[in-house]
């Protein structure tokens, strides 16, 4: 059984900066790509940020220039840092990992259970 746990959010001001981290435990043999995605009350969950094995990182055109993604593959943990933020980023952010849990096991995606950012003066 694997489980993400992710940590950081709370409120803070526009213009303002937080940092997201989301820790990986369990059985895990392998992680491939990490993300991060978010759901504001009344829309769908969106994607924003993406991280390969290789650390190849990829964002949504919305926070680009503003977040940045990056992991420690020791720790099984991926990170959201945010800078600049808006009101619109308001909303739950949740990690997702695709882990291989033993050998010649297939990936699984597995998510976490999500942390509220709430941008607002």
């Known amino acids: 059984q694997v489980q993400l746990v992710e940590s950081g959010g709370g409120l803070v001001q526009p213009g303002g900066s937080l940092r997201l981290s989301c820790a990986a435990s369990?059985?895990?043999?392998?992680?491939?790509?990490m993300g991060w995605y978010r759901q504001a009350p009344g829309k769908q969950r969106e994607w924003v940020a993406s991280i390969t094995s290789g650390s190849f990182t990829m964002y949504a055109d919305s926070v680009k220039g503003r977040f940045t993604i990056s992991r420690d593959s020791a720790k099984n943990t991926v990170y959201l840092q945010m800078n600049s933020l808006k009101p619109e980023d308001t909303a739950v952010y949740s990690c997702k990992a695709d882990v291989q849990s033993k050998p010649d096991y297939p990936f699984s995606g597995v998510w976490g259970q999500g942390t509220q950012v709430t941008v607002s003066s």
């Open positions: 369990g059985i895990i043999f392998r992680i491939n790509s």
